[in-house]
């Protein structure tokens, strides 16, 4: 892996590759959890949402402007034969016409501006996975020697852990020896003699008993 990965470096890889866009994409983000999101991929995500939100706004607004342009063309094309009040028509003509053309206007500068934003929105989706391949670049590198410290200390906590077990057994003889003695020299009492509980003795028998032992010797 190499050692760095720049902006500039990520950019060229993606100079001629198709991107989903980011701000939509489910998989894209759960690359994220918590405060892992920089400040150029935050501002640059509301870039992108900005902009798809201004796509969706004109083509709304296209459609509004083109049914407000079949209404006063329907308007024009009913009034052209009328011929009462001729000169009152005449001006609203003019104003139906006025109004056409303003419309006309300002569907052609959506139209502009709709042809524009694919590549708006291409270009700001692209530096957003530019930034967000470095910043995974980052984490991927960092989250290996948390991993390589981990690993480590479960290790010697594996070793400390063995350690522990043998240590736990070599305890639980030298108290099975200490107790088997005691009882075989006070019986009975050695419970309370040493204020310990019958259960933690479960093995409480004759069985392997000191003075049974040296009974076996001495037959």
Not at 24 to 33: M, S, V
Not at 47 to 71: F, H, P, S, W
Not at 191 to 204: M, R, T
Request: charged share 35%; proline share 1%; with cysteine.
């Amino acid at each position: 892996m190499a050692n760095i990965l720049t902006k500039e470096m990520a950019l060229e890889a993606l100079a001629d590759k198709k991107v989903p866009i980011l701000a939509l994409d489910h998989n894209w983000h759960q690359l994220f959890l918590e405060g892992d999101k920089t400040s150029a991929i935050s501002n640059l995500e509301q870039k992108v949402d900005e902009l798809l939100k201004r796509q969706g706004a004109i083509n709304t607004e296209l459609d509004e402007l083109r049914n407000q342009k079949q209404e006063a063309m329907d308007s024009i094309v009913s009034n052209m034969h009328e011929t009462e009040e001729e000169n009152d028509e005449d001006s609203n003509m003019d104003e139906r016409k006025t109004l056409v053309d303003s419309i006309n206007e300002k569907i052609s500068m959506d139209e502009d501006e709709l042809l524009d934003l694919p590549y708006r929105i291409d270009e700001a989706n692209k530096e957003l996975m530019a930034e967000t391949m470095v910043s995974c670049f980052n984490r991927m590198h960092t989250n290996v020697h948390e991993i390589d410290e981990i690993n480590e200390w479960i290790a010697n906590l594996k070793i400390e852990l063995r350690q522990k077990v043998v240590r736990k057994q070599n305890l639980e003889l030298v108290d099975k020896n200490m107790y088997t003695y005691m009882r075989w020299l006070f019986a009975g009492d050695v419970y309370e003699l040493f204020d310990i509980k019958k259960e933690d003795h479960p093995e409480d028998t004759d069985e392997g008993s000191v003075k049974e032992k040296e009974d076996e010797d001495r037959s």
